[in-house]
């Protein structure tokens, strides 16, 4: 079955210290990879995508992901982080084929990000 | 216009009362989505529509009745829902379903009480 995990409920760190929020999945080929963030009480924000190319994605607000095909992984990742960021960070991935389940993304359950002052 | 517009924010209904939810893109986005989101949890789908049509319905209870009248709009309309269907609803659009891996670009959601 096709799976996505985030390792991690809870990641701390200190402001201006580099952050890494875990991802790996388990779907077939060649999956679209994504990141989104929720802060609270609002919706989903779109952080970046992985399609295809150079391995180093770059998205909003000074994030990046790694694709890493012999780890299917894909985790975030940010130089220097903020107490703004802290907030529920979602991995999600969708099967690059538009067959039946194939068209819905598959979400990690998420972990929360906690930036300390 | 880079947004999906939600209303209304917070809905508090009975459970034998009738609302509808509604959902409002300009970004000629073919593709749009109802979700729901328990605390702390990821979303859940519950039904697409591409093009206007209704594409998936993830079995959903029929007491949520998913309309799309036109290309921006989507309604969920609401009727004898129960205290469990309390959740943070989502709406969500992308330019299509299919094909590339396009991105969505979520609402703010109804927070929705059922009391």
């Known amino acids: 079955a096709q799976s996505v995990a985030q390792p991690e409920d809870q990641v701390n760190v200190a402001e201006g210290n580099p952050l890494t929020v875990k991802c790996t999945y388990s779907?077939?080929?060649?999956?679209?990879l994504f990141w989104y963030v929720q802060y609270p009480n609002r919706g989903l924000q779109f952080l970046l995508k992985?399609?295809?190319?150079d391995n180093l994605v770059k998205g909003s607000y000074g994030f990046e992901a790694e694709f890493n095909k012999s780890q299917t992984s894909f985790h975030l990742k940010k130089p220097s982080a903020l107490v703004s960021d802290s907030a529920l960070y979602f991995c999600a991935v969708r099967d690059r084929g538009d067959a039946g389940n194939n068209r819905k993304l598959i979400w990690g359950l998420g972990t929360s990000l906690a930036v300390n002052p | 216009d880079t947004e999906v517009t939600q209303t209304p924010k917070h809905l508090v209904m009975g459970m034998t009362n009738k609302k509808s939810l509604k959902c409002e893109q300009h970004?000629?986005?073919?593709?749009m989505y109802w979700y729901k989101q328990k605390a702390k949890k990821p979303p859940e789908l519950m039904f697409v529509y591409s093009y206007e049509k209704l594409s998936i319905n993830e079995s959903v209870p029929s007491r949520f009745s998913p309309e799309c009248p036109n290309s921006s709009l989507l309604n969920l309309h609401l009727h004898a829902l129960q205290p469990e269907d309390s959740a943070l609803y989502l709406c969500a659009s992308s330019q299509e379903e299919v094909g590339a891996g396009y991105g969505y670009t979520f609402g703010s959601g109804t927070r929705l009480t059922v009391v």
């Open positions: 970004m000629g986005h073919r593709a």
């Open positions: 992985y399609i295809t190319g």
């Open positions: 779907v077939s080929g060649n999956p679209y």
